[in-house]
């Protein structure tokens, strides 16, 4: 892996060149191992915190970690082309629009001491900026060669805060053309509850039960990249222990291994459908 600017990062993107890069300030990574029309993106896989910020901040390390997606970039990273986010949403989330990406607030509680400084702010959002500047680069070369892509956008959630009985996979499909993909999504929907993971978990799997795909990565693409379904894919968090805070290696790498297959099949099938 290389540090590199933006305008390299994108720069490789036009050329069609493979490479594995960190953004030079470290906010987010980009793989390509080959162009292929199916990209995964973790867009809350990161749990950096800008040291400059810590002081100001009620909420713990845990408190953090525990609103985070650890993991999604591992169960993806076997594939061609992953680009994940190594910022803490905390600092500024890359799932919500611009407006909105820095919070005031955080699962109802304060997040800071004192209200962030412009300049604070600012620093963020240019972060959340170049993150998009490169999406764009990215979906736009792939549309361009390919026709039409589709993006495994993962995800993670907290099942304890729940109060009923909660999907091991959830698909949010509120701002996808549902008439166009349906049958993709539900595709992609048996397949992963055709999962079989350690401890006798069951993976049951639904489309709308606890989140819709109202995220702004997913929105972003979709309304600037017609040819393009974003598939928001929320695995419960039956990989890690939420209250002790670790992570149980077993379940991790048995999801990846078989996502290996599972998505590069779905993504096949995806690309002979609509191409």
Not at 156 to 185: H, K, M, Q
Not at 192 to 206: D, F, G, R, V
Request: hydrophobic residues 35%; charged residues 30%; glycine residues 4%.
């Amino acid at each position: 892996m290389i540090r590199l600017p933006v305008s390299t990062i994108i720069e490789k993107i036009a050329n069609e060149e493979v490479f594995e890069a960190v953004a030079e300030d470290y906010s987010f990574t980009l793989k390509i191992d080959k162009y292929v029309p199916f990209l995964c993106g973790a867009v809350h896989d990161g749990h950096q915190f800008r040291r400059e910020l810590w002081d100001n901040c009620l909420h713990t390390t845990y408190e953090r970690w525990f609103e985070e997606d650890p993991c999604t970039k591992e169960f993806v990273k076997s594939h061609p082309i992953v680009i994940a986010g190594c910022d803490s949403r905390f600092e500024y989330d890359l799932n919500r629009d611009p407006d909105n990406a820095i919070y005031e607030d955080a699962w109802g509680k304060k997040l800071w001491k004192t209200p962030l400084s412009e300049e604070m702010k600012a620093k963020s959002l240019e972060k959340h900026n170049t993150f998009y500047k490169v999406v764009h680069a990215l979906v736009e070369k792939l549309e361009s060669k390919f026709g039409t892509i589709v993006v495994y956008d993962m995800h993670s959630y907290n099942w304890r805060r729940w109060d009923r009985e909660v999907p091991v996979i959830n698909l949010g499909t509120s701002n996808i053309d549902n008439d166009r993909f349906g049958v993709d999504v539900e595709k992609w929907r048996k397949s992963l509850s055709e999962l079989k993971l350690p401890h006798n978990i069951e993976a049951t799997s639904k489309i709308n039960d606890t989140f819709f795909g109202n995220g702004y990565f997913l929105k972003y693409i979709t309304k600037n990249f017609k040819n393009t379904l974003v598939l928001a894919t929320e695995f419960k968090k039956i990989y890690c222990d939420e209250i002790k805070m670790f992570v149980f290696p077993e379940v991790v790498a048995a999801i990846e291994e078989q996502l290996r297959s599972k998505l590069q099949e779905h993504a096949e099938a995806f690309y002979k459908e609509h191409n």
